[in-house]
T-cell receptor, first 114, second 114 residues
Framework: DGGITQSPKYLFRKEGQNVTLSCEQN?????MYWYRQDPGQGLRLIYY???????QKGDIAEGYSVSREKKESFPLTVTSAQKNPTAFYLC?????????????FGPGTRLTVL | AQSVSQHNHHVILSEAASLELGCNYS??????LFWYVQYPGQHLQLLLK??????LVKGIKGFEAEFIKSKFSFNLRKPSVQWSDTAEYFC????????????FGSGTRLLVRP
């Protein structure tokens, strides 16, 4: 089955630690995205990547970093600089060169900072 | 800054009632519009989309939405809701500076009582 996988489903972190969230897709999509979902705020874009080895900051990139070394993988690192990291993180992907940007989402990772 | 407004944060309906969820966006140019749904414990998935043509768009599970350009609106409707429609609904529009970016509304939680 084609889709997007995110791991782990739940993640706990102590303050001051960096943590990396995994996102893998086998849809052969060029573009990948990371969103943060907080209650009552919808989804906010953290980073996105249109091609391998290239990525752009979204609206709330501070305290996060990404890499795109392979087409199918787009890991997100939540650094100790992120002031309020507890949230639900969603990864998405989409095809390039289409008249609309339909994004497909993974199941998400819930990060809790203790 | 570009924004998407969903005015109803929580909606409670009885089965068979009609549904209309409001969505307004601020971007005045050419837009692609989406409604996504997040059922409890499931992935965020696309309900319907508009990018050109007939402004009345039909999606899955009996949902439809109407694009009214003059009102900057893309309201979601369903004539008769079911208990299984209980979910959170998100409206989204493509970013004005990039067709690859989606701007999401804050979401509407719908509870359908049997």
């Amino acid at each position: 089955d084609g889709g997007i996988t995110q791991s782990p489903k739940y993640l706990f972190r102590k303050e001051g630690q960096n943590v990396t969230l995994s996102c893998e897709q086998n849809l052969n999509h060029d573009a990948m995205y990371w969103y943060r979902q907080d209650p009552g705020q919808g989804l906010r874009l953290i980073y996105y990547s249109q091609i391998v080895n290239d990525f752009q900051k979204g609206d709330i990139a501070e305290g996060y970093s990404v890499s795109r070394e392979k087409k199918e993988s787009f890991p997100l690192t939540v650094t100790s600089a992120q002031k309020n990291p507890t949230a639900f993180y969603l990864c998405a992907s989409s095809i390039q060169d289409q008249p609309y940007n339909e994004q497909f989402f993974g199941p998400g990772t819930r990060l809790t900072v203790l | 800054a570009q924004s998407v407004s969903q005015h109803n944060h929580h909606v409670i309906l009885s089965e068979a009632a009609s549904l209309e969820l409001g969505c307004n966006y601020s971007y005045g140019g050419t837009v692609n519009l989406f409604w996504y749904v997040q059922y409890p414990g499931q992935h965020l998935q696309l309900l319907l989309k508009y990018f050109s043509g007939d402004p009345l768009v039909k999606g899955i599970k009996g949902f439809e939405a109407e694009f009214i350009k003059s009102k900057f609106s893309f309201n979601l409707r369903k004539p008769s809701v079911q208990w299984s429609d209980t979910a959170e609904y998100f409206c989204a529009v493509n970013g004005e500076d990039s067709s690859y970016k989606l701007i999401f509304g804050s979401g509407t939680r719908l509870l359908v009582r049997p």
